[in-house]
């Protein structure tokens, strides 16, 4: 079986598991790059011919260990190709396409991920100023939907499929992260915005596109990096620092990591742990050292 075939048999698997739809990109754009350095290199693509020295050839080739532009991949992205073939190459063994399994010495580099990175104070305060300033319905429906973020910590994926519920002072996620169900508690001021953008509104999503249906998630990142090239925001900003900055202010201002994972919706407490950094002048605050 060719190497193209056995990918479109393990995303239909994939799919039928019920993993999403990037992480089925992400392996589908691994595997094909591995595909294609099989030929340039004039090696078989029978799944049933491939080797952990042709596996480890391709690793430690230039087509995965830079990118397009010649510079080096991170660390982090590496692990992720990595991993997107081991798990490819063990599903072909599984399935009986291949007698062996061709990805099974892949092993994962050392690294440390880096640390989460919200908003400064300065950014914070430009792109509040500028979404306070929000004229039109679709400026308003934005603000909205950044407050919500950046003063609840929702995932993009969870803010966009909210739904007309604000009775409890609750918002009821129901697309999270592994399919949970689960609440965020709506912060002080923000419920009485949502309530003006629904209006009289009784079912459907809060956040609505220009048809009515609801906002996608490729959507909203548009959408905040308009607003931050408005606020001078130069570098690139996505919808997950909001949920960084939301997790850093909370745990700076409360100290309280118990809490702080109730609030992120985390169900490891390692998932939270990343935030927990101390400051140098901290440090030097408590043991008393000189300035």
Not at 30 to 40: D, G, I, N, P, Q
Not at 229 to 252: E, K, M, N, T, V
Request: positive net charge.
């Amino acid at each position: 079986m060719q190497i193209d075939d056995a990918l479109a048999r393990y995303l239909r698997q994939l799919e039928a598991d019920g993993r999403s739809v990037h992480t089925r990109f992400q392996i589908a754009r691994h595997v094909r790059a591995f595909a294609r350095w099989l030929r340039e290199e004039n090696h078989s693509s029978e799944v049933g011919d491939l080797d952990h020295e042709t596996v480890a050839g391709f690793l430690a080739s230039p087509a995965a260990r830079l990118q397009a532009d010649g510079s080096p991949r991170k660390a982090s992205t590496g692990n992720a190709l990595r991993s997107s073939l081991r798990c490819f190459l063990g599903h072909v063994h599984q399935a009986g396409y291949a007698a062996t399994n061709a990805g099974r010495l892949i092993r994962r580099a050392r690294c440390s991920p880096p640390p989460p990175r919200g908003l400064s104070d300065s950014e914070r305060e430009a792109l509040v100023a500028v979404l306070a300033a929000a004229q039109s319905d679709v400026e308003q429906r934005d603000a909205a939907l950044i407050a919500v973020m950046l003063q609840a910590g929702l995932r993009v994926g969870s803010a966009v499929a909210l739904d007309v519920d604000l009775e409890r002072g609750e918002l009821r996620l129901r697309r999270m992260k592994g399919g949970r169900e689960d609440v965020a508690v709506i912060p002080g001021g923000l419920a009485e915005v949502l309530r003006e953008l629904v209006a009289e509104r009784t079912s459907g999503p809060i956040f609505r596109g220009r048809h009515g249906g609801r906002l996608t998630t490729r959507h909203v990142h548009r959408r905040l990096r308009y607003w931050a090239r408005r606020a001078g925001i130069r570098r690139a900003l996505g919808p997950h620092s909001l949920r960084h900055d939301f997790a850093q202010r909370l745990l700076d201002r409360t100290g309280d990591v118990t809490l702080v994972q109730r609030a992120l919706n985390h169900q490891a407490a390692a998932s939270t742990a990343v935030y927990c950094r101390c400051s140098v002048s901290r440090l030097r605050e408590a043991l008393g050292a000189a300035t």
